[in-house]
């Protein structure tokens, strides 16, 4: 099978691919994309998390449970998009896997906030109309990024927080938990380790983030992409992270790019990061590795550790991060499957990140 690099010409992956379907318009850099074939048909990336992901410290059978789990998130988002279904829909299918799944941060094993509570934060953003719902420090929603679309299609407003967040889910009918159905043993003992060290230790480098998310294209050529996490361990006062902030965590445009952000969230907040990366994709016509590392770059200089998964609007998939490892996964309308785990994986398109230590 081949793999086509993200920084090849179009006309180069038009001679490879072939076929498919044509985008309609210049972009606002007003390159003529419409005699160009998209990279590929439908392209869904996700992610579950950046940090110290390294080989020597995992075991294989947690090397094999979290591929096995992005994998099933793959397939759930795939299902939709290779049928002709929506990206909005693909992105939210494959995070309420991850959601499910105890191995991450988001719904099901999500970390403890410094009072031994669990918050969620979410938010999904549809490219094509840039209609978007958000919603952060909620405690009872089963799978949070089904509250934010629910937000999205059923309430005027794009972001409701705590317990009106709870209330709003009650009403749309959403499937509520108690707490302790969020709680797994592993993220208790990283809120003790931690409480044992320093409270502001809170950004240490050693955190994996576990955050997940997802960006695709469909075969319509419309974006979007999701993000849903528990935020830090130990996170205090109605702390916000970047996840449900749209243009920080999570966005999607169908001009620019589709972002799903993963890390220490306050960086990615000061930094803008996915509406600054689709904004290069946009207006100053950067392809999108090259603008998530630049925008990586950035989080890097100001002290922040995280990754970015990144579609643009012809289906080129890009991975950015810039810590040891990120949980991430591809699936391409030419069957292409994938996950990756850490930095410098030889699988050719998880291959793009821009590891800086
Ligand atoms: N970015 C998330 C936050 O700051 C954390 C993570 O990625 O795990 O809330």
């Not at 941060?105 to 009072?115: D, R």
């Not at 405690?139 to 934010?148: Q, R």
Request: aromatic share 6%.
């Amino acid at each position: 099978m081949t793999i086509v690099n993200s920084l090849m010409k179009p006309l180069v992956a038009l001679a490879l691919l072939g076929g498919g379907a044509h985008m309609a318009a210049a972009n606002d850099h007003g390159d003529d994309m419409s005699e160009t074939a998209p990279f590929s048909d439908w392209t869904l990336v996700i992610h579950g998390g950046a940090g110290v992901l390294e080989r020597s410290r995992m075991t294989p059978e947690v090397d094999a449970e979290q591929r096995a789990a992005l994998t099933a998130a793959l397939e759930a988002g795939k299902a939709i998009l290779s049928s002709g279904g929506k990206a909005v829909d693909a992105v939210q299918a494959a995070v309420v896997v991850m959601e499910d799944h105890p191995g991450f941060n988001a719904g099901k094993g999500a970390v403890f906030n410094a009072a031994g509570g669990i918050e969620l934060d979410s938010a999904i953003m549809d490219g094509a109309s840039l209609d978007a719902g958000a919603a952060s420090g909620i405690m009872h929603t089963k799978n949070p990024i089904l509250l934010a679309r629910a937000i999205m299609e059923k309430s005027p407003h794009v972001m409701l927080q705590g317990p009106g967040a709870d209330t709003f889910s009650r009403e749309a009918d959403l499937e509520q938990a108690e707490q302790s159905y969020f709680e797994t043993e592993e993220r208790r003992r990283q809120l003790e380790r931690m409480r044992e060290r320093d409270a502001a230790s809170v950004f240490d480098v050693d955190v994996k983030y576990g955050t997940v998310g997802a960006a695709a294209r469909d075969t319509h050529g419309n974006l979007a992409a999701a993000t849903s996490t528990g935020g830090l361990t130990g996170k205090r006062y109605g702390r916000v992270g970047d996840s449900p902030i749209l243009g920080a965590g999570t966005f999607a445009d169908n001009r620019g790019c589709a972002v799903s952000a993963t890390g220490s969230g306050e960086f990615y907040i000061r930094a803008n990061v996915a509406a600054a990366i689709c904004a290069r994709v946009r207006f100053a016509g950067e392809s999108v590795q090259d603008a998530a590392d630049a925008v990586q770059q950035e989080v890097f200089d100001l002290g922040g550790r995280g990754g970015v998964i990144v579609v643009g609007p012809d289906g080129t998939p890009a991975f950015s991060f810039n810590t040891a490892g990120m949980y991430r996964g591809v699936a391409l309308a030419d069957g292409t499957v994938e996950t990756g785990i850490y930095g410098g994986e030889e699988a050719g398109l998880l291959n793009q990140g821009a590891v800086t230590e």
